[in-house]
């Protein structure tokens, strides 16, 4: 059985073709095949406003999925697949239409039915995309953290998923991208701040680790950006106040347009200061980001007691987050039930939507004129 994905639920423009088992076979053999997979990512492009612009977003997909499909078209026969499955739901507004229009099209003139996908469905079987997918136990527990999701996700069979605990605010991937703009690190942020992070061994600076007193599973970011925020103003304003803001070095602190401006420098000797400064907050950030997700998806395993944990979402490709998750978890089950994405299927792809659309079979079968799309997840 062949599966076409269209993934445009954000800034990453993905298609796949990925082939499985017909349903009900022997599940050993259930292990998918990528035969086509193609990646366009418009980070570079939003890079330039630190942060996404969404009418840009959707012409960017609008203008690459033709060339992309002409591609499967030449490699595969779009008319040879068996399902279109495409991201309907959260994400960007007008760049989930781009990619379900192609979709809706698609299926009426190669009378395949849709598999509408949620994108966080995707990031929760992300680890799966070269995995044979009876290795997934039910109950399976989930922590699924992207740019604009973070939750913990039990599911106790195939297609019946309860959310035990989310963001009361920003998203992880969100906080880490909003420490990044106050530390005027690059877009997207948590890359940048887990390299500046990367060049010390420890810090200065200790940030309280978010929600780690509540009884729940929820998370709480908001915080720790108020924390970092304070936390640049009191350095900056303590950094030559008596020089003037034209005096500036470009390197020197940019704040966020919300801090009062800055009447300081940095002199040339403090600039090699000022990268220190920045990895030793990014250092704390990120560790009281990543402690904060060990700590309740430990909780959450005690309490549930999974069969498998996983984890997921472009979060998940931060190397601090992947060690601790292990090092913790393996002490209450074992290390071979703990699935990670590999690096590149952590960030938005269309491989793991093809894999979510498989799972999904066959409640998510949805005909051209009925897909729904919505900027909400339906979970
Ligand atoms: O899943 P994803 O590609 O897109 C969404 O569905 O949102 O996740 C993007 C998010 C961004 O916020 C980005 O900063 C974060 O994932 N991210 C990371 C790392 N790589 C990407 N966060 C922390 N450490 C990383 N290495
Ligand atoms: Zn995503």
Redo the contacts with the bound molecule.
Sequence with gaps: MKILAIETS?DETGIAVLEFAPLGTEPNLNKPKILFSVLSSQVDIHAKTAGIVPEIASRIHSEILPHFLIQVDQKIGLGNVDYIATTSSPGLLGSLLVGNNFSRMLSFLYNKPILAVD?IMG?FYSSFVKLPLNKIEFPALGLIV???HTALILATAKNKFKIIGGTRDDAA??A??KVARLLNLSY????A??QAAAKIKNSPFKFTTPMLKSNDFDFSFSGLKTQVRQTVEKITSNCHPEQSEEAQPASSYKMDKKIRPVKSSLPEESMRLSNMVKSQIAFAAQTAIVDSLVKKSFSATTKYHPKTFILG???A??QLLREKLITELSVIMPKNKIFIPELKYA??NAAMIAIAGYMGLPKNITAWDKLETSSSSNL
């Design positions: 954000c994108h990031h992207s740019g604009g991937g969100e880490f991208d997207p942020g948590g890359p701040i887990s979402g472009g979060v490709a931060n960030t938005d």
